[in-house]
C-alpha cells in the first residue's frame, strides 16, 4: 500500500500535505518508500530532483514515535517546510552526500569548466546560522580541492603556449 502511494506520487510537486488517516499500519520498507520521494539517495542529482514541497505527513491515530518515522525522514519533511526550495535541495544534498567521508568519484571525473561552480554553490552562505551546514561546507570543499589539485594550479608557460597554438 505505501510503497504503491509513494511511488504514485514521486513527480508530484504540489502535495504538501498528505492524509493517511485510513492507511492502518505502515511497515519500515513502506516508510523508506516515503523517504525515497523525499530524499532520493542515489545520487547527487536524484537529490537534488527529490520532492522538496511535501511537508506534513498525517495520521489522527498515530504519534510519533507509533509511526516509526526515521530521522532521515523526518528531517527530509522538515527541511521541505522551507520555502527556498533550492536551499532545502542544498540542506539534503550536504546531509546525505558531502557528509565526512563522502565519495569524491562525481567530482573527480566532473568537467573542469562545471567544477568551480560546483564549488561555489557549496561555499554560498544559504546556512550561515546552521553550524553543522557551515562546517561540513568547509570540509566539502577541502577535500574537493584535496584530491583534485589541478583545479588550484597555474597551468606551466609550456602548457599555455600549446594551448594558444
Known amino acids: ?11 508530484n510537486n504540489k502535495l504538501k500535505r498528505l492524509d493517511l488517516d485510513k492507511c492502518g499500519a505502515i511497515t519500515a520498507r513502506g516508510w523508506d518508500g516515503f523517504l525515497g520521494v523525499l530524499c532520493n539517495i542515489s545520487s547527487i542529482n536524484a537529490t537534488f530532483q527529490s520532492n522538496h514541497t511535501l511537508m506534513r505527513m498525517w495520521c489522527y491515530s498515530w504519534n510519533r514515535n507509533g509511526m516509526r518515522l526515521s530521522d532521515e525522514l523526518l528531517f527530509s519533511l522538515q527541511a521541505n517546510t522551507e520555502t527556498d526550495k533550492i536551499n532545502v ?44 551546514i557551515r562546517q561540513r561546507r568547509g570540509s566539502t570543499i577541502y577535500r574537493i580541492i584535496r584530491n583534485v589539485p589541478g583545479l588550484c594550479s597555474f597551468p606551466s608557460q609550456e602548457r599555455m603556449m600549446r594551448h594558444q597554438l
Open 89 to 132: 535541495a542544498r540542506q539534503k544534498i550536504f546531509r546525505c552526500h558531502l557528509n565526512g567521508n563522502f565519495n569524491l568519484a562525481p567530482f573527480l571525473g566532473m568537467d573542469a569548466v562545471l567544477l568551480p561552480t560546483v564549488l561555489g554553490w557549496i561555499g554560498r552562505d544559504y546556512d550561515a546560522n546552521e553550524e553543522e
Open 1 to 11: 500500500g505505501a510503497l504503491v502511494l509513494s511511488n504514485a506520487i514521486v513527480n
